[in-house]
C-alpha cells in the first residue's frame, strides 16, 4: 500500500508509489501500460493516469474517474510550470492519487483478480 508522503513529491516519487496500481486499472481495456510503470517519465506518468481515468470512465466508476482526472490535471500543470510552482502541483496531484492503491484492488475484487500490488 502506498505510503504517506512526507517530502515534496515528485513525478518519480508518484510514478513509483502509484504506478503498479494505476497500471492495473490502465490495463482494464486491454489499453497497453509500460513494462515497469514504477519509473515512467512525467509524460508517461500523466499517461497512466489518464488510461485509468479513461478506463474508470467507461466502467461506468465516475467518481474514480473524476478523481484521476484531477490528478492528471494537475500533473499536466505541474510539467509545465516553473521549479517554483511544481511542488505545491505535485503534492495536490498526490492527494488525487493517495486513494489509487484502494481503488485497483476494489476493482480486483470486483473482477475476481488475484492481483499483487
Known amino acids: 500500500m ?3 508522503i ?15 496500481a494505476l497500471a492495473y486499472i490502465a ?3 486491454d489499453t497497453p501500460v509500460p513494462a515497469d510503470p514504477t519509473s515512467v517519465d512525467p509524460q508517461g506518468l500523466i499517461d497512466l493516469v489518464n488510461n485509468a ?4 470512465n467507461s466502467a461506468h466508476h ?4 473524476e478523481t484521476l482526472e484531477s490528478a492528471a490535471g494537475f500533473l499536466v500543470e505541474a510539467r509545465d510550470a516553473d521549479d517554483a510552482d511544481r511542488p505545491a502541483l505535485l503534492k495536490r496531484a498526490a ?10 484492488s476494489e476493482l480486483a475484487d470486483e473482477l475476481g483478480d488475484d492481483y499483487d500490488f
Open 53 to 56: 481515468a479513461a478506463f474508470f
Open 2 to 4: 502506498p505510503t504517506t
Open 95 to 104: 492527494r488525487d492519487l493517495a486513494d489509487s492503491y484502494d481503488m485497483a
Open 27 to 29: 490495463s482494464g481495456d
Open 6 to 20: 512526507t517530502t515534496p513529491a515528485t513525478f518519480e516519487d508518484l510514478a513509483r508509489r502509484h504506478g503498479k
Open 62 to 65: 465516475y467518481d474514480q474517474a
